[in-house]
């Protein structure tokens, strides 16, 4: 029987399998379902079914990325997700035993040869840190000296699973990689993170993204905070592994977690990501996540205000009043405002509302009333908010975010930013209407 779909315009079949793609559980299997109705649909939908693949360090799985590598597919593949896991048991607190070849060579073959894919050109790493029984212990210890890392890859096959995939990238000389992905990055010293053709590799990338492995599952099944002095070293020595090395980044963006807060605070559990004196010549857009805002993070954007055409932050928070050398928001947008950042048409902050964050309590009664005749007067007046660690743990400076709302020192200074950033967009033709 003739397909009458396939008579219709290019276009309108497209729109079609968009529908056919929305999310739902059994989307994915739709398209496939269609593709394999003819040739014709089997051309058009090829590309968005092999747009990316996942490459795991197991032989099957390399067998499946070798196949679409020497198949006409292999133009399609855009995106390379590489997922490690290390299969194996512990036997003392500091041994390990693998009971599989941690990179088989097929594998090895495909992350040392990126080309195989001569369209790729976003790269993903990301090692099971659950897969390993005992992990948690190595990632709470205490600091460890990168000079000891290749010591510790040869006793612990996790280590040297790490060490190893990094530098089957490294064997990468001539690659179309433009985006790399870190995700759950494990915050422990990798001998190849001080490689000069690691590094070399970072040089020529515009895109990257790290998110950093902020808290482990426990035997309860609670996730623990992972702030210690192994964290804070980790984090401060980003800038030396990775962020140093940045030459060609137009997009950066660093992310922690809730239980493994990033930024300067006043307690043991700091960690501080070193940015004053860090400088990317063709940053165009910043994020960060789950972070204090601080001074550091204030000269950093300000030394980056006449390339920066995007700053994202979310879940970041001022710091209690309570603390030492505290940062205010008001303080970053003004700063922000007076250097005149003649490139910013976008500033997107995750603001949580009134209610999320203001303090209620009998004892506030007065206070409460004040805030919500404040929202009724006016409705659409912000709020950012305020925290700070107690034990490792993020805490929501309740009253700190109260007195910020009804002050408006925040909302008047992200208001004189947010004009800026409205006049560089009408200035530029291009410009997307949002902030």
Known sequence: MECRLTKLPTELQLLIIEKLQEPGEDSRQLVINLSNTCSSFRSLLAPKLFHSITLHNTEGSAALALAAANNHIAQHVKRLDFKATLFGTRISPYSYFATRVLIPKAVRSILGNLNLFPKLDTLSIQFDAQSFPGILWDILGDEEPIEDALKLEKEQPWRRLMAETYKLLCGNKSHSIKTLLLQDLIPLGVSTFTNSDFHKFLSTLEHFRITLLG??????????????????????????????????????????????????????????????????????????????????????????????KLISLHNCYGHSQDSIRCVRWHEVFDKLADVGPISLKRVDITIPTAKQIVYYSQSYEAKIQEVQQLQQKEPERLIFAYGF??????????????EAFINGDDEKAYARLAAIVKANRISSPTSKKRI
């Open 389 to 402: 660690l107690s034990y490792g743990i993020l805490v929501d400076a309740t009253s700190d975010n109260t």
């Open 215 to 308: 808290g482990m599952a426990g035997h309860d099944g609670n996730f623990s905070s992972i702030h210690n002095s192994g964290y804070k070293s980790f984090v401060s020595r980003l800038p030396v592994f990775f962020l140093d090395h940045l030459d060609s980044v137009k997009t950066l963006s660093i992310a922690g977690t809730r239980n493994g807060m990033l930024g300067l605070n006043p307690s043991t559990c700091s960690a501080e990501l070193p940015l004053a004196n860090l400088r990317i010549p063709n940053l165009e857009s910043f994020s960060l996540e789950w972070t204090f805002i601080y001074d550091e993070l204030i000269q950093f954007l300000t030394a980056h205000a006449k390339t920066l």
